[in-house]
Structures are given as structure tokens and as C-alpha cells.
């Protein structure tokens, strides 16, 4: 049960002594409750993109902004950096941590990446590093980490390698070979890899990706090291950040783990980063280590950051806290993703095992989804006309490779569903049925008006 | 209620016979001279409104720390509660299709009331200490490609923002940077010293073949607080070559003036949610455009990257943006009161001459500046006898005065100069005045310190925390 877990937090947190008896778990009415602010009549099948917080966390989160509206001074002299700690400490334990010290709290993986990036950028100025010195990250990246590579690493002289990751995906082996096969690349001609990228769980397409053995990797190839994007891995997978082995490790806590935008975690494993990682947005509290500069990054609204403990209440009211919550979200999604895919005729992007709330659907060729345009189009039509919320992927066929076909011709796109605790299964329908509609009305991409 | 500006939606008035009167209750809707955003403009605030948009202060406090954290009204708050909840009911479609629209609109009000020439100029932030690392990123870089020698100059105020001291230590002295710190009297009693130091510093930058890269000025220092002529100060560093000058303005807007042409800055942030009633956080940062400062980035970098400072500050990922969205809201109620905010302005500094005048006759001290070199922040001394001798013995007294008396203000340690003598103010108090406040916050304040005095309180005696 729930209480014996010790990712559960502090035993100073009420809740997790009391063993729950089964009459005291959420119940479904409660839920709607709870996510009652969301739109009732769009299908959200989005929760990765901007993630969810339920009624009774914003109600907390609230409470946090009045103290500071009603006594600011008083509130940054003598509860936001015990508030700040409190949720420092409870996200230790769930990720398994060893110090508080190695827990910053940012606001998003985005503001992550920049912190890991700007070292090394200054790592290329101060000399530490040469000309061509290395840094590798998936093919499919996140885009903001992309640009965050350009920014401090290609424009301060180093030079970058992009693991193709194969999609659809039939197997671990797959991206572990391409894995090797850049490294390969990349310590070619005398070229060190200082930092590897490496997402925990892509963004699009979305696949799980198999970490610890590509961290693994990293380190007998003497990657100096590894920084593992894990926007989406928290409430939505296992993170051990031991278990895992890498330096540096992010994820964000408003996508999967139900906290309001936004806040993320940035772990740093003590025993092999250097103190020299700092916010780029310097106060004060320059100096004073990373998770004390990014406490105070000047006057802000913190409330995010201050509300884990009621997020920590919010879960262990599910059956089997958050660990029953990712189980049943990624039995959901595999369901309809299944569901989806023989109504439609297609296939799914990965195989079950390699997913976790997300999954990727293919969608009918006939829809003839030719461009970033189109899925954009499409993405727009299915809100406007179907109301009906899900982010699509082009498929980029590979030169010389076949391609996946249904009846009609290649698959060339895909929906990411989500399943997250608020989704039914009328959300799932809505899709599948707005889908065959505009399949049965002979529509292509082309010929969808941009509302 | 009337809603944005742009909308499809706005509610012009919907009784064609409003037009004609006005409320009845109010004999004065016609004062502002502000654009009317309505056909039949609310009416001004009475005192019993401004207590109600601040209901949510505590009433025990005489909270004289405006220029702090700030304040926000009720009825932006509430507006601030409505954006969150309609991005929290569909993200997707909120980012999509009402978030740039929306960002956009507060820049073009913000461009309008600094009196900037383009609304590419203006990018939104969260705040000053932002915009410090934006400005001196560039700096840093400048150093690592060569662009500056090494040893070449950042000029700043001795007085500059802590945060302002720690993002040029990080970003120029680190790359290799000189930097020289303006030595200012205080307290102040004319523009002069001011000026005279700060030409002596700007030659020093330029010693032995130096160049002065960046003067970082401030507007309105913080502590101790003072306003600086920074007009005379921009057309010295131009006389004198300096290649950029950044005004640190984060008391500007809404407490000085704040004319983007008149200043002649290359760079110009002020916090909006200081003076300027946005709720946490938000400010903007004024970029004049030239061939000098194509180079600007957000340090946070997102999938905009390269598309201009301003459209990559507008997404920096999944954030709360809503304090960014709500400068019309804003606008709205700034338009309540006489004079819109040239009026509050004015009442704010006259009020806080007048209470920062009542205390030094009551304590037989002397304010840190002339009236016309305050805002509506002014340095008060505080009792000789206190013996404050230390920055800790300063934070100890205020937090006495809010754990003691429920009063909030900040207090400076200005340390004694050789060759004073003793009985000299090593104490001041700065002092805030916003339409919230009334005269009683500052006899609260007053009786306090005579308390204090009273019983001969001395820092000495304060516990060694």
C-alpha cells in the first residue's frame, strides 16, 4: 500500500500514515470534480503537450498567492524558501535521490536545458573544451533543446551528432544500434563527446525510450556526460535517478504529476557535476549553489513550485497512488490506441511495451498527410470542426525504405494520444470517429480550411 | 463587464442613452485624458473603491514597502484569475490562437506609454533581473568571440540592484571584463555629485586604451533610493563613447517619467508589477533599434529562437503567461483615477514628501535626498541613538518593526564616512507611498520608532541571530 512506499514523501505529510481503506479512493464523480474546469465538450487527448491540475491544487496554488499578495515581505522573509525546500524534499525521495542539495526546482525542461547548455557553452569560451568537441542528441529532440544546442554550443564552436531514432519502432535494439553507430561517428577523427542528450520518453514521435542501457552505453564509450530530457517521465514511468546513472536529469511536474504551470526538476548527481552550474537569470543568491539561485530568480509568482506537498495528497487518494495512476493510464492508452487502430486499419508507432501514457496512432493514408502543414491543418480542423484536441506527426519517409501501408497506401501520419485520469472513453471515440469521418467524405489534408 | 481591448466581443454600451450622462453618481467621468476605451467611461474611484481593490492586504500592516514587491488591485487579480482558467480549460487553443495576440496587445499599450517608436522594440519579461541577463549576455558574448579585448569596461552605480552587481560579475567580469563602480554621496543634496563621479568614472574605464563597453545606470536606485538624472547621464556616455548604455529603470514606470526618446538609452527595463499594479511578474525591456543590438537573446531558448528578442521572450515553454496579459486590465484601472497615471504619480510623490517630512520633524533626523530627487520612495534617517552600525543590525530593526509594531519598510545601513562625527544618521528608512497608502501607516510608523526611542533601544541590544 501506498504508506509503505517511500517515494510517498515525508512522514510529516498527514495523509500518507493513514492506510486507505477502499470506501476513502477518488472516486470517478470526484474526478470530474476535480478537472471540472476543463473544457466538457473537447476530447482533450493532449495531456502531453501543457500537461493538467486538478480543482483542489489550483485551490492550494490560490491560497500560496494570496499569502504573498496580502504580506509579500513577510512571505519572502519567512515561508517561500521552508515552502520551496518542502517540495525540494518530497520530489528527492519520489526520484530517489540522495541530498535535497541535488534537487533544483526550474520552471520548465526548457529553462533545464539552458542551464546544462550554458556550462558547457562556457566550457568552449574558458578553453576547457576544443574546437569540435562534441555534444550528441536524438534526431527527434525536442525542438527547444535544439535550439538551446545551437545557441550555446555550435555558436561558442562545437560541433553536434543526431541519433536517428527509426519510426515506427519495432524494438529496443533498434535505437540502441543507432545509439552505437553515432557514437561511432562522432569519436571519429579524434572528436570528444562531451555531453550526450538523451530523452527519456521523445516528444514526436513519442516512444519510450530504453535509458538505462543507452546511459550505460554512454559511459563505456567515455561520454563525459549524460543529460537525460525526461520533460515527460515524471507520472508517466519509474524515475530512479540512481538507477538510471546520469548527471543530469530533468522532468517536468506540471505535465504528468498534475501541478498548474509550471515547474520542473532538475537533478544533478553531487558526486560528478561540478558547482559551477548556474541560473542564467543571476540574483542575489549568485554563488550559493543552483538550487538556491533558482529559488530566487528575482519577484516572481513561486506559487508552482509550492505546491507539491498538495499534489503528493492529490495522488495517494487514487488507488495505489502514483503508481496506480501511470499503470492504469498506460493500460488506457495502449486500449485505445488499439481501438483506434483497427477501426481505422492502420498501426500503432511503437510496440505497447516501449509506451507509457502516450502512444502513437497511425492514421489513414487516404488522408494524405504530406507535409508539417498538413498535420498542422488537420490538428486545427479536428479543434474547430470536431472538437476534438490531439497533436498529429508527419512521417518523413525514409529514403529506401519501404514504409508503412494500410489498404490505401503509406502511413505518413500519426496521433499522440494521451490518457491521463480525467479521459474517457468518449474522448477516444470522438477521435476515432471524426477520423473515419473525413475518410468516408473523401477529404484530404489539402482540402481542410484553416478556421 | 467590458472586456479587451480587441476583442470581437467588446461591449461599447448597450444603453444608447448612457451616452448623454455618465453615471449618476459621479460628476467626473469626463477628467482623464486618456484614449476612452468605452463609450461612457466608468467613473473615477472613490477612497471606499481603493479599499476594496486592496482588501486583500492585511489590514494590520502598514505596509510603506511599495517599492519592493509591489501591489495589484483586486480587479486585476480577478482579471489575471480569468486568463489562467481559460488557458487551463483548453491549453491547445489558448496557445494557439490567443496567447501572441494577447502578448502583442500589451506590448503595443506598453510602446504607447514609453513613447517608443516601434513595438518590436519592447519585449515582455518577468522582470528587471531578467532583463540585466539579457543585456549583459550579449556582453559576455561579445567578450568570448573577440568582438572586446579583454580588460575593456562595464561602468555601474555603486548603488546598483545586488541581483544587477551579481549578473555583471557573472557575465563581464567573468568573460575578462573591467568593471568600475561609481562611487555616490548619500545622502544627496544635488544632481552634481552625481554627475561629477560619474564623468570621473567613465574616464577611468577609458584609461590605458580601454573601451567602456556598457554603462549600467540606474533610474531610480534601490538602496538607498534616489532619483538619478539619467538624461544628463546617457548624453555623457555618448559624449564620451561609450558603446552601450542600459538604464536599470525597475521603479520606472508608473513612479518617473519614462520617455524611451527623450532618455536616449540603447536599453531600458522597468518592473510592471512594482508601480505599475500587474500582479507578479512582469516587466518589459525597451531595445532602441540599431545595428548594435541585433544580438539580443532570451537565455531561456525555445523553438523562437532567432525570430527577435520579443517574439523569443514571449515563449520561453509551458509557463503561467497571464501576468503578461494583463496590461489592458491594467490600463482600465489606472483610468479611475484623476489624472489617470500622471495623476497617481504626482499625488504619490507629494504625499510621501509630506509623510517622509513629518518623520524627520518628529525624530529631529533629515531625509537621504532633496524632495525633486525622490519619487514616490524616499530615504528617511532614523534616530542617532538607535546605533545601527551593521547591514545585519539594519534587517534585525525591520524585522522588530514588523514583528513588534505590524510595520513593513526597509531600512539602510549607511555606514559613517572618516571624518564624521558622532551622532551622525547611520540609519534610513525608505519610505513608499501608493494609492493604497494612508496617513495613518506612517503615524504607525513614526509612534513606533518614538517607542522605540522611548525605550532607549539600541541595536547592541537586538539578540546575535
Not at chain 1, 22 to 31: A, G, L
Not at chain 2, 123 to 137: G, K, M, P, R, Y
Not at chain 2, 356 to 380: D, F, H, I, N, Y
Request: proline letters at 5%; one cysteine or more.
Amino acid at each position: 500500500m501506498q504508506h509503505d512506499d517511500p517515494r510517498n514523501g515525508e512522514s510529516t505529510h498527514r495523509s500518507s500514515k493513514k492506510p486507505k481503506i477502499s470506501s476513502q479512493f477518488i472516486t470517478e464523480s470526484d474526478i470530474r470534480d476535480e478537472f471540472s474546469h476543463h473544457h466538457p465538450r473537447v476530447a482533450r487527448i493532449n495531456n502531453g503537450s501543457f500537461g493538467s491540475c486538478p480543482g483542489s491544487v489550483l485551490a492550494a496554488q490560490r491560497h500560496w498567492q494570496l499569502q504573498f499578495l496580502r504580506q509579500p515581505d513577510a512571505f519572502y522573509f519567512n515561508s517561500l524558501r521552508d515552502g520551496i525546500t518542502a517540495s525540494r524534499k518530497i520530489i528527492k525521495d519520489l526520484i530517489n535521490a540522495d541530498h535535497v542539495d541535488e534537487v533544483s526546482l526550474v520552471d520548465n525542461a526548457t529553462t533545464a536545458a539552458a542551464i546544462v547548455l550554458q556550462r558547457i557553452g562556457r566550457s568552449f569560451a574558458e578553453g576547457k573544451f576544443q574546437k569540435n568537441d562534441t555534444v550528441l542528441m536524438l534526431h527527434c529532440a525536442y525542438e527547444a533543446v535544439k535550439k538551446s544546442i545551437q545557441a550555446y554550443v555550435t555558436r561558442a564552436g562545437g560541433s553536434v551528432i543526431e541519433v536517428r531514432l527509426p519510426f515506427p519502432v519495432n524494438s529496443e535494439e533498434e535505437i540502441i544500434s543507432e545509439l552505437k553507430k553515432s557514437i561511432d561517428e562522432g569519436k571519429s577523427n579524434g572528436r570528444r563527446i562531451r555531453l550526450a542528450i538523451i530523452d527519456h520518453i521523445t516528444s514526436m514521435p513519442s516512444v519510450v525510450i530504453p535509458l538505462k542501457e543507452l546511459v550505460r552505453i554512454c559511459r563505456a564509450e567515455g561520454i563525459e556526460q549524460v543529460f537525460v530530457d525526461a520533460a515527460h517521465a515524471i507520472g508517466s514511468v519509474k524515475v530512479d535517478v540512481k538507477e538510471v546513472g546520469a548527471d543530469f536529469y530533468v522532468s517536468n511536474l506540471h505535465k504528468w504529476f498534475f501541478c498548474p504551470p509550471s515547474v520542473a526538476f532538475l537533478y544533478c548527481n553531487k558526486s560528478t557535476t561540478s558547482s559551477d552550474l548556474h541560473h542564467p537569470v543571476v540574483s542575489h543568491e549568485y554563488g550559493n549553489g543552483l538550487p538556491i539561485e533558482s529559488s530566487w530568480t528575482g519577484t516572481r509568482d513561486y506559487s508552482s513550485q509550492l505546491v507539491v506537498p498538495a499534489v503528493l495528497e492529490f495522488v495517494n487518494r487514487f488507488e495505489g497512488g502514483i503508481e496506480g495512476i501511470m499503470k492504469r493510464n498506460h493500460d488506457q492508452v495502449v486500449k485505445m490506441g488499439k481501438m483506434l487502430v483497427e477501426s481505422w486499419g492502420t498501426n500503432l508507432g511503437s510496440p505497447p511495451e516501449m509506451s507509457a501514457a502516450m502512444i502513437m496512432v497511425g492514421l489513414p493514408s487516404r488522408l494524405c498527410l504530406n507535409s508539417e502543414k498538413d498535420a498542422l491543418k488537420l490538428r486545427s480542423h479536428l479543434r474547430d470542426c470536431y472538437e476534438v484536441e490531439v497533436p498529429i506527426f508527419h512521417q518523413v519517409p525514409k529514403d529506401g525504405e519501404e514504409g508503412v501501408r494500410d489498404k490505401d497506401g503509406f502511413i505518413t501520419g500519426y496521433v499522440r494520444i494521451s490518457h491521463q485520469v480525467y479521459n474517457t472513453l468518449e474522448d477516444y471515440e470522438k477521435l476515432r470517429d471524426a477520423i473515419n469521418q473525413l475518410v468516408e467524405d473523401g477529404k484530404t489534408c489539402k482540402m481542410l480550411f484553416k478556421e | 463587464m467590458a472586456s479587451s481591448l480587441h476583442s470581437n466581443n467588446t461591449q461599447i454600451c448597450p444603453n444608447p442613452t448612457a451616452l448623454n450622462g455618465g453615471s449618476a453618481a459621479d460628476g467626473n467621468s469626463q477628467i482623464s485624458k486618456k484614449p476612452r476605451l468605452y463609450a461612457d467611461p466608468p467613473p473615477l474611484f472613490i477612497p471606499s473603491d481603493i479599499i476594496s481593490e486592496f482588501s486583500h492586504h492585511d489590514p494590520a500592516v502598514a505596509r510603506i514597502n511599495n517599492g519592493s514587491f509591489g501591489c495589484c488591485p483586486s480587479s486585476v487579480l480577478s482579471a489575471q484569475n480569468q486568463l489562467q482558467l481559460q488557458w487551463l480549460r483548453q491549453p491547445d487553443d489558448f496557445y494557439f490562437n490567443q496567447l501572441q495576440p494577447k502578448i502583442i496587445q500589451s506590448r503595443t499599450i506598453i510602446k504607447d506609454i514609453i513613447n517608443a517608436d516601434h513595438v518590436d522594440e519592447v519585449s515582455i519579461v518577468d522582470n528587471a533581473t531578467t532583463a540585466a541577463a539579457i543585456v549583459l549576455q550579449q556582453i559576455a558574448w561579445g567578450f568570448a568571440e573577440g568582438k572586446f579585448c579583454r580588460g575593456d569596461a562595464a561602468v555601474m552605480l555603486h548603488y546598483a540592484y545586488g541581483a544587477v552587481k551579481k549578473s555583471v560579475e557573472a557575465y563581464v567580469t567573468r568573460a575578462g571584463g573591467y568593471v568600475i563602480e561609481v562611487p555616490l554621496p548619500f545622502p544627496v543634496s544635488s544632481v552634481d555629485g552625481i554627475v561629477k563621479e560619474f564623468r570621473q568614472a567613465l574616464r577611468r574605464g577609458k584609461q590605458n586604451g580601454r573601451k567602456v563597453r556598457l554603462a549600467v545606470i540606474d533610474h531610480v536606485t534601490s538602496m538607498p533610493t534616489v532619483v538619478i538624472p539619467v538624461k544628463e547621464l546617457v548624453t555623457i556616455c555618448r559624449e564620451e563613447g561609450v558603446d552601450q548604455v542600459f538604464v536599470d529603470a525597475a521603479h520606472g514606470i508608473g513612479c518617473v517619467d519614462v520617455d524611451m526618446k527623450q532618455i536616449g538609452a540603447d536599453f531600458y527595463t522597468s518592473n510592471l508589477h512594482k508601480w505599475f499594479f500587474c500582479p507578479p511578474s512582469v516587466a518589459f525591456l525597451y531595445c532602441k533599434k540599431s545595428t548594435n543590438n541585433s544580438d539580443l537573446h532570451h537565455p531561456v531558448v525555445s523553438h523562437e529562437y532567432g525570430n527577435g528578442l520579443a517574439i523569443e521572450s514571449a515563449w520561453i515553454g509551458t509557463r503561467d503567461y497571464s501576468s503578461y496579459l494583463v496590461v489592458p486590465k491594467v490600463l482600465e484601472f489606472i483610468n479611475r483615477f484623476e489624472g489617470g497615471i500622471e495623476g497617481i504619480k504626482k499625488r504619490n510623490h507629494e504625499y510621501v514628501v509630506e509623510m517622509g517630512q513629518m518623520l524627520v520633524k518628529a525624530w529631529g533626523t533629515r531625509l537621504g535626498c532633496p524632495p525633486e530627487m525622490c519619487s514616490s520612495m524616499v530615504m528617511v534617517g532614523l534616530p542617532a541613538c538607535f546605533g545601527i552600525s551593521s547591514d545585519h543590525d539594519a534587517l534585525e530593526l525591520r524585522t522588530c518593526l514588523r514583528d513588534k509594531f505590524g510595520v513593513e519598510v526597509p531600512i539602510y545601513y549607511r555606514p559613517p564616512k572618516d571624518g564624521e562625527e558622532g551622532g551622525v544618521v547611520t540609519g534610513y528608512a525608505r519610505i513608499s507611498y501608493q494609492v493604497y497608502n494612508k496617513v495613518e501607516d506612517y503615524y504607525k510608523f513614526r509612534d513606533a520608532i518614538n517607542q522605540l526611542v522611548d525605550n532607549a533601544f539600541t541595536c547592541a541590544s537586538l539578540p546575535i541571530s
